[in-house]
């Protein structure tokens, strides 16, 4: 199956708000609640940020939001901090339930 | 304190077969999801599979029939076998714990296919 598709690059000044899109298909990001993002720094493994669609782990900003809406994810970040700065990949269950897939991932630019 | 950590041979030969474990402290691998990811340069982050405590496993479409993991439940274990592999299987290899979202991952570790 196909990665899902994300921007190549954001960017957005301190304090502002951006949303990362995460478009998939009605057999992945529209079937399964099974939707969570990642954060990534150069050389690190990446982190999780949100799981299950909207659900924020112990410890993640409030800052961070995701969203459904149909076969669309989305990541919000609001009030943009420096080190917000990072590569974000969203991940989905897919192809009937049996595997899971990726975004293309996405350059977060905090100017 | 959940930790996993990677190990394996970073030089490998096209065909050849690679073997990658992951040894987790803080949590036992009889419990929960456990995954291998894979992330390349052109490609991103992709997914290769899991192994279920039951032993259940589910594998990438691409690359099932090449692929088999592992849980080695004395050890606290679980492996990735990949046979034959080409250049283009060259990548950090990553393994995590989890279903709805890799809740925890190991440092990576590069895996170059070359002769």
């Known amino acids: 199956q196909s990665a899902l598709t994300q921007p190549a690059s954001v960017s957005g000044s301190p304090g502002q708000s951006i949303t990362i899109s995460c478009n998939g298909t009605?057999?992945?990001?529209?079937?399964?609640?099974?939707v969570s993002w990642y954060q990534q720094y150069p050389g690190k493994a990446p982190k999780l940020k949100i799981y299950g669609v909207t659900k924020r782990p112990s410890g993640v900003s409030s800052r961070f939001t995701g969203a459904r809406s149909g076969n669309t994810a989305s990541l919000t970040i609001s009030g943009l901090q420096p080190e917000d700065e990072a590569h974000y990949y969203c991940c989905s269950h897919g192809d009937g339930g049996s595997s899971y897939v990726f975004g293309s991932g996405t350059k977060l630019t905090v100017l | 304190q959940v930790q996993l950590q990677e190990s394996g041979p970073g030089l490998i030969k096209p065909s050849e077969t690679l073997s990658l474990t992951c040894t987790v402290s803080g949590a036992s691998v009889s419990d929960d999801y456990w995954s291998w990811i894979r992330q390349t340069r052109g490609k991103g982050l992709e997914w290769i599979g899991h192994?279920?405590?039951?032993?259940?496993?589910n594998y990438n479409p691409s690359l099932e029939s090449r692929v088999t993991i592992l849980l080695d439940t004395s050890r606290n274990q679980f492996s990735l076998r990949m046979t034959s592999v080409t250049a283009a299987d060259t990548a950090v290899y990553y393994c995590a714990r989890g279903e709805d979202g890799y809740s925890h991952w190991g440092q990576g570790t590069l895996v170059t296919v070359s002769s």
């Open positions: 192994i279920y405590f039951s032993g259940r496993t």
């Open positions: 009605s057999s992945d990001v529209g079937s399964y609640d099974l």
